[in-house]
């Protein structure tokens, strides 16, 4: 019947979400290692290139839309939830400590939820959505100090941080738009991808008239190319991670997951990042996780099932 979500295809949903969220949450290792030979903006530049590419292989059929007017959703998801999310957030970190963006930007799902009851009218904060995004927010504390006792306030990179969260409740707005209109999910995300790359030009240009001076680090772009850089395969083989597999399918991945699901329930995934970062840190580079960080994983999962309580239809 319409308006009754199958069972199977919410589980698939979420089955799809959290293996997005595993990516996602391993991909600070790619961008760790590319920021020695790019600045933010260009690492963010060539890896939705590459994913854009990646999405006219995967389906080369041309998108057409029947109403113009549509392109709007696809400028606005491109904006917020790509150049602004994403470069607002790697620029944070610059600026204040990783554990500081990691807690701020963990209230996405807050503010996903607002702008859906708010603009689309769906009815999703509650009791139990309150509690669980508090339990969250204190589980991925601990998961991010993961033992250091250090909590430094920077406003600069805390905005920033702040404005990256608030743009993803932004993104998520559009793709419920988008998935409203049960649009091809790879033609619609390779839209959204061309829209951003756009955007990115401009902010290309300005950064290679900064140059590299390292008061603009992040936003510096090496007009003389240095191809050195590209000959390494390494950065290669993590370009490609990051285009491909972070970015062309996660996307896709991640917009089928909200159609399936719903967008604000998806959305609570987000809480597991940290988590993920730090086991997978632990796991594959030797970064030590401690009894702290075990705590905060256990809060944060705990808080995500509580925020799930009462929302079934």
């Given at each position: 019947m319409k308006g009754i979500s199958c069972p199977r295809d919410s589980l698939s949903g979420m089955i799809l979400a959290v293996?997005?969220?595993?990516?996602?949450?391993?991909?600070?290792?790619?961008?760790?290692?590319?920021?020695?030979?790019?600045?933010?903006?260009?690492?963010?530049?060539?890896?939705?290139?590459?994913?854009?590419?990646?999405?006219?292989?995967?389906?080369?059929?041309?998108?057409?839309?029947?109403?113009?007017?549509?392109?709007?959703?696809?400028?606005?998801?491109?904006?917020?939830?790509?150049?602004?999310?994403?470069?607002?957030?790697?620029?944070?970190?610059?600026?204040?400590?990783?554990?500081?963006?990691?807690?701020?930007?963990?209230?996405?799902?807050?503010?996903?939820?607002?702008?859906?009851?708010?603009?689309?009218k769906e009815k999703h904060i509650g009791f139990f959505f309150v509690l669980g995004f508090a339990i969250s927010i204190v589980g991925i504390a601990l998961v991010s100090f993961n033992g250091r006792y250090v909590l430094k306030l920077n406003p600069r990179g805390d905005f920033l941080a702040m404005g990256a969260a608030l743009c993803w409740g932004f993104y998520s707005l559009a793709v419920s738009k988008i998935n409203s209109k049960n649009f091809n999910s790879i033609l619609a995300t390779r839209r959204t991808f061309f829209f951003a790359d756009f955007m990115m030009i401009p902010m290309m240009v300005m950064g290679a008239v900064m140059g590299t001076d390292g008061t603009y680090a992040s936003v510096s772009l090496d007009a003389q190319l240095n191809a050195a850089r590209f000959s390494n395969?390494?950065?290669?083989?993590?370009?490609?991670?990051?285009?491909?597999?972070?970015?062309?399918?996660?996307?896709?991945?991640?917009?089928?997951?909200?159609?399936?699901?719903?967008?604000?329930?998806?959305?609570?995934?987000?809480?597991?990042?940290?988590?993920?970062?730090?086991?997978?840190?632990?796991?594959?580079?030797?970064?030590?996780?401690?009894?702290m960080g075990l705590a905060g994983c256990c809060v944060t999962i705990a808080g995500l099932f509580i925020s799930n309580i009462g929302r079934k239809k």
């Open positions: 293996l997005v969220i595993v990516v996602w949450g391993i991909t600070f290792v790619s961008t760790k290692y590319l920021l020695k030979s790019f600045s933010a903006l260009e690492i963010l530049f060539v890896r939705y290139v590459i994913a854009y590419g990646a999405l006219w292989i995967m389906n080369p059929r041309e998108f057409k839309l029947e109403k113009k007017s549509d392109n709007m959703l696809f400028v606005l998801a491109g904006l917020t939830g790509i150049v602004l999310y994403q470069f607002s957030e790697n620029t944070a970190i610059s600026f204040t400590t990783a554990s500081n963006v990691s807690i701020i930007v963990s209230v996405c799902p807050m503010f996903t939820a607002i702008f859906s009851q708010v603009i689309l395969m390494l950065n290669w083989m993590n370009f490609l991670f990051l285009g491909v597999g972070a970015s062309a399918l996660c996307f896709v991945a991640w917009t089928k997951a909200c159609r399936m699901v719903g967008t604000v329930k998806t959305t609570l995934m987000i809480y597991l990042i940290p988590v993920v970062t730090v086991v997978f840190a632990w796991l594959c580079i030797g970064e030590k996780i401690t009894s």
